[in-house]
């Protein structure tokens, strides 16, 4: 495999990534072990959330602090910001995305040619029954499911204003296999990911063309999308943030992809909902003290107008492009791996959050000495491993002083 690394990463650039789209899809049976449940997620029983736990709705957020960053510099996405990294990282997956990128980049060019104008008249029905009829649609395309919330440009990168069909989003859920997901950091872990993304965008996909169908504008748009996908997760009710810089929803934390339709059609619109995650968050600390690059930080703070867990990109990038995406920060979740009522459950009955300290929750394999690191050990890692220069970043993840580099488009948006 290392020799054979060694002749295929520097064939992949951004053209024959592009050109992946042109190969055939790989049989089904070689997907069947990484390939998403396509259950639809059943409607939440109540989970009473103890009052030692419950905090805020969503995500504390300063409106006038998040409306003056926006005015002074709205968003760039990471693929704008650092595209030659992107295509760089890209070729150290390698191992995953041949077996996944034809499907992966043939989704993204199907989302790209949603958005056409309707040319019926959309049938007259209510709010309610169209957010029905989404849901219905969604489910039987096979999602896990589907949020909506209100489109706001302060979260949309501004390379790519220009591309929402609506006022309204519809967040697109598809939950991870849950058993190749127990592989992670390697490469059927990392295969899992991409074909997860494949899957969702193209449902998104459908669901747009579905739309566009009944009456009105809609356009899909990819997993590295447009917008913030996690702040329309958290404005539509679906989860709030983990402090590992991911949505967590109570039925699978943040092993699940998220997609994204902007529309149109008059929807009921979901709100930010508590679920005591940030206070679970805070408690646990998992992916906090497994997190091999240690780029995880043990308290949230202030940016661009909300409290958030700020990742240190400059630790974070590498050890995902090198080692197969990492996700060991996923992984070592106990709400991905035991759903959260279980863990309010078991908080509740000892005092303890469910699986921390436990080799079952926080042991990984790491690929790259072959070694299994369980709960209080950390793979030790060089400081050349960090010093990439494709990005150009400080060490506590800013950007560098000066311009942004020369964009660099990828065909994964």
Same mark, same amino acid.
Not at 213 to 234: D, K, N
Not at 361 to 385: A, C, H, M, S, T
């Given at each position: 495999m290392v020799a054979a690394g060694a002749v295929v990463r520097p064939l992949l650039n951004t053209a024959t990534i592009r050109w992946l789209r042109h190969l055939p899809s790989g049989p089904a049976i070689l997907r069947r072990r990484y390939r998403a449940p396509r259950v639809w997620w059943p409607d939440r029983p109540p989970v009473e959330i103890p009052a030692d736990l419950r905090s805020h709705a969503g995500v504390r957020r300063d409106e006038q602090a998040a409306q003056e960053a926006f005015e002074d510099e709205p968003l760039h996405s990471f693929h704008h910001n650092f595209g030659v990294a992107v295509v760089w990282a890209l070729a150290q997956l390698w191992q995953s995305l041949l077996f996944v990128g034809p499907r992966l980049v043939r989704a993204v060019e199907h989302a790209k040619r949603t958005g056409a104008a309707p040319t019926s008249a959309p049938a007259t029905r209510s709010p309610d029954e169209w957010t029905d009829w989404v849901r219905d649609r969604a489910r039987r395309i096979g999602m896990s499911t589907v949020g909506f919330a209100p489109y706001d440009e302060r979260y949309t990168f501004a390379e790519h204003a220009h591309e929402a069909a609506g006022p309204n989003v519809i967040v697109c859920v598809l939950e991870q296999n849950w058993e190749s997901n127990r592989t992670l950091p390697g490469p059927v872990g990392e295969q899992t990911a991409l074909s997860t993304?494949?899957?969702?965008?193209?449902?998104? !996909?459908? =669901?747009? %063309?579905? +739309? $566009? #169908?009944?009456?009105?504008? #809609? @356009?899909?748009?990819?997993? %590295?999308?447009?917008? $913030?996908?996690?702040?329309?997760? $958290? *404005? !539509? &009710?679906?989860?709030?943030?983990?402090?590992?810089?991911?949505? =967590?929803?109570? *039925?699978?934390?943040?092993r699940c992809r998220l997609a994204m339709v902007t529309t149109r059609m008059p929807l009921v619109l979901g709100a930010p909902r508590d679920f005591?995650?940030?206070?679970?968050?805070?408690?646990?600390? #998992?992916?906090? @003290?497994?997190? /091999?690059? &240690?780029a995880i930080p043990v308290k949230r703070t202030w940016h661009r107008g909300i409290e958030k867990s700020k990742l240190n990109l400059a630790r974070c990038f590498p050890v995902v492009s090198q080692v197969h995406g990492c996700s060991v920060c996923m992984k070592v979740c106990p709400i991905q791996r035991y759903g959260l009522a279980e863990v309010i459950r078991h908080r509740a !009955?000892?005092?303890?959050?469910?699986? $921390?300290?436990?080799?079952?929750? %926080?042991?990984?394999?790491?690929? +790259?000495? &072959? @070694?299994?690191?369980?709960?209080?050990? @950390?793979?030790?890692? *060089? /400081?050349?491993?960090?010093?990439? *220069?494709v990005l150009p970043v400080n060490r506590d993840g800013s950007m560098k002083s000066g311009p942004a580099p020369a964009s660099v488009p990828t065909p994964l948006t």
């Open positions: 993304n494949a899957e969702i965008i193209e449902m998104a !996909s459908q =669901l747009a %063309e579905a +739309i $566009v #169908a009944a009456g009105f504008e #809609a @356009r899909a748009h990819s997993t %590295e999308g447009i917008a $913030v996908v996690h702040h329309y997760g $958290v *404005e !539509s &009710g679906l989860g709030q943030m983990g402090v590992n810089g991911q949505l =967590l929803t109570p *039925e699978a934390g943040s005591g995650i940030p206070r679970i968050c805070d408690e646990c600390q #998992a992916c906090v @003290r497994r997190c /091999p690059a &240690g !009955s000892t005092g303890e959050i469910l699986g $921390v300290g436990s080799d079952e929750l %926080e042991g990984y394999n790491w690929p +790259i000495d &072959g @070694r299994r690191y369980g709960p209080g050990q @950390r793979p030790k890692l *060089e /400081p050349d491993f960090f010093e990439l *220069e």
